[in-house]
């Protein structure tokens, strides 16, 4: 099955850049995901990217896609503290069940 | 606001109680999810239904019990619950068949089970 991989813990300063990575491991996923988690709330949607797709911008985010090394990143520009929540890459396989398989979550920590 | 409504959002129970969680969406979506987000833990699907009909169980135990009764509402009732179901509930809705089958989800019902 699919496993859905991410480093637990980031730390940077407002204003710098922030880059959460992502590996997985079914080369069938159609569509990948980022999802934002502030405590206390739930997922909140932050953007997604075709498999079709290298590369993905939505104002201070991009999405890059390494297809071949089966690699996602989301780099944050400009990172304010607002930020500062959970990140969770996602993959969803071949087909329309609905089924999205997780990572652990990056916690993006922003200094002021 | 996501159009998922998650109700209630805490819910303190004991092993013998019997709830339910209640969760509605107003995307006009004909497919809805419950995740459960324990701590240090990757989010875990529980249940998947379509079209009101459940098509993924997945190896939940017997005491969490899901109802959709129509594409706009899914329940979870919960029944001798153990301290180990403590976590956050998500459900979540999305327009299967279409482009990116996007999830959105609830802000999540917090349960902890004394």
């Known amino acids: 099955g699919e496993d859905v991989e991410q480093s637990l813990f980031l730390s940077v300063r407002e204003g710098d850049s922030s880059v959460i990575n992502c590996t997985y491991t079914d080369s069938s996923s159609t569509y990948l995901y980022w999802y934002k988690q502030e405590p206390g709330a739930g997922l909140q949607l932050l953007t997604y990217?075709?498999?079709?797709?290298d590369m993905k911008q939505d104002q201070r985010l991009t999405v890059l896609l390494n297809k071949k090394d089966k690699h996602l990143s989301l780099r944050i520009a400009d990172t304010q503290t607002g930020d500062s929540a959970i990140y969770f890459c996602a993959g969803i396989l071949s087909g329309n069940t609905g089924k999205l398989i997780f990572g652990q979550g990056t916690t993006l920590q922003v200094k002021p | 606001e996501t159009g998922v409504t998650q109700t209630p959002r805490h819910l303190v129970m004991g092993m013998t109680n019997k709830k339910s969680l209640k969760c509605e969406q107003h995307l006009g979506h004909n497919a809805m999810y419950w995740y459960k987000q324990s701590a240090k833990k990757p989010l875990e699907l529980m249940f998947v239904y379509n079209f009101k009909e459940q098509t993924e169980n997945n190896s939940v135990p017997s005491r969490f019990s899901p109802e959709c009764p129509n594409s706009s509402h899914l329940f979870l009732h919960l029944h001798t619950l153990q301290p180990e179901d403590s976590a956050l509930y998500l459900c979540?809705?999305?327009?299967?068949?279409?482009?990116?089958?996007?999830?959105?989800f609830g802000e999540g019902s917090w349960l902890t089970v004394v």
């Open positions: 990217i075709f498999s079709n797709m």
């Open positions: 979540a809705s999305s327009q299967a068949g279409t482009h990116g089958n996007t999830i959105y």
